[in-house]
């Protein structure tokens, strides 16, 4: 795969690594409007008409040829347009014609007088204000042109999408199927939630959090549950994502103990890209191919699982997904307080964000162990530490991360 795996790889170059490696493998359908929701576009989207589709009045108001302003004399209302209702009478010179926000202009019109700047009397109205040619008429194209691309392949529908292509009379489009993804947690001492722990037991906890982020993403999941750390099991479990999904992602045993059976299954059916990374948490990471499908390694440890499902697997799947990823925004704030980092490492620290009498602030949300997840469920944000910073004392500048979708 083209990936030297002999120490910790960078989080730059492992994202860039498997970003040029992977490619959209979700065939596109057409959808009705209302079905296509949380999907991505397989094709760009033409707009089939002009918007607005003609000149309308931007306000209440008097439609007016600027001519018959000249003279300074009052006008008479020669009729009124409103949204739905145009204006299709006579229009002699002299007169003006009362008009409401949306409705089309009456042919001829230089510009729409608001009600405001005018004074009736009866059917005579004076007006206040010389108005500019265009004055508060919306032009047909002016939000957009026909045949201009609205919404482009690789968006992702959401409730914002929805009106825009309803405007534009949209009733089906070309959506990519969901992405297929198989999880399953391995571990011996792993339990599903609902049931008694014996001594050394722990519950599930990483594929919740994977299943949700999947969700999130509008992926199709395969759930396997908990595979025990016995190689014949873990390998049906393998074969069984490679035939039925896309991308199989595990969490834990992607480390180096005697129990971690998954580096050699992977070697044994597929092939690995790397397997560790130079951040924190989450160096044990793994990335790999199946005969079929990609594989993601997850850590054990659940801030592990979520900050590297987070940061990686996330692009990972937009791009096989056939959806346009943008990285996340990072900001600038104060640290409230010392916070600790050892250099070598890329560290993800969780914070809350917050606004400061002097700006942007961060504070810890406690202790930074990768086990203790209520360090993530406080937070809103990363407090993004350079692999070779050190301690970071109260009022240095550090770079945040604001949570996006998949964890807010």
């Known amino acids: 795969m083209g990936f030297d795996t002999s120490g910790l ?3 730059s170059d492992a994202l860039q690594g498997m970003l040029e490696q992977l490619a959209c493998c979700c065939d596109s359908e057409q959808l009705p409007l209302p079905e296509a ?28 040829r600027l001519s018959d302003l000249a003279s ?3 006008l008479i209302m020669a009729g009124k347009a409103f949204a739905g209702q145009p204006y299709q009478g006579e229009w002699p010179a002299g007169h003006c014609v009362r008009i409401m926000t949306g409705a089309p202009v009456p042919a001829g019109t230089d510009a729409v007088v608001m009600q405001e700047e005018t004074q009736a009397d009866g059917d005579r109205i004076t007006f206040l204000a010389q108005p500019e040619p265009g004055q508060n008429i919306r032009r047909a194209g002016s939000d957009i042109g026909k045949g201009a691309c609205v919404l482009p392949a690789g968006t992702r529908l959401t409730p914002r999408e929805m009106p825009l292509l309803a405007s534009l009379g ?8 969901p992405l297929k993804v198989a999880i399953f947690s391995t571990g011996d001492e792993l339990k599903p939630v609902g049931t008694p722990l014996a001594h050394g037991d722990i519950y599930d906890s990483n594929r919740y959090g994977v299943r949700a982020m999947l969700a999130r993403m509008g992926c199709d999941c395969l759930d396997l549950g908990i595979i025990p750390d016995d190689p014949a099991q873990l390998r049906a479990a393998f074969i069984r994502a490679d035939e039925e999904a896309d991308v199989l992602i595990t ?28 951040i924190k948490p989450g160096k044990p990471f793994a990335f790999g191919r199946l005969p079929r499908a990609w594989f ?4 054990g440890n659940p801030v592990s699982a979520m900050v590297t499902f987070d940061q990686l697997v996330q692009p990972a799947l937009a791009k096989l997904a056939g959806q346009r990823f943008e990285r996340p925004l990072q900001l600038q704030a104060i640290v409230a307080e010392p916070l600790k980092k050892s250099p070598g490492r890329l560290d993800f620290q969780r914070g809350i964000l917050s606004q400061g009498p002097n700006g942007l602030e961060v504070r810890s949300t ?6 203790v997840f209520s360090s993530l469920s406080r937070a809103n944000c990363y407090i993004v530490l350079e692999r070779e910073r050190g301690r970071v004392d109260a009022g240095e500048t550090v770079t945040v991360e604001p949570f996006g979708g998949l964890l807010l």
């Open 251 to 278: 969490t834990g045993g992607v480390s180096v103990g005697e129990a971690d059976f998954t580096k050699q299954l992977l070697d044994e059916l597929g092939e690995i890209g790397f397997w560790k990374l130079a």
């Open 296 to 299: 993601f390694g997850l850590p």
């Open 170 to 177: 949209v009733a089906t489009v070309a959506v990519r199927r």
């Open 37 to 64: 929701l949380g999907r991505v576009l397989a094709s760009d989207i033409a707009s089939p008409l002009a918007v607005p589709p003609f000149d309308n009045s931007a306000m209440d108001g008097y439609a007016v």
């Open 366 to 371: 406690g202790s930074q162990d990768s086990a």
């Open 72 to 74: 300074g004399t009052p």
């Open 9 to 11: 790889l960078p989080l």
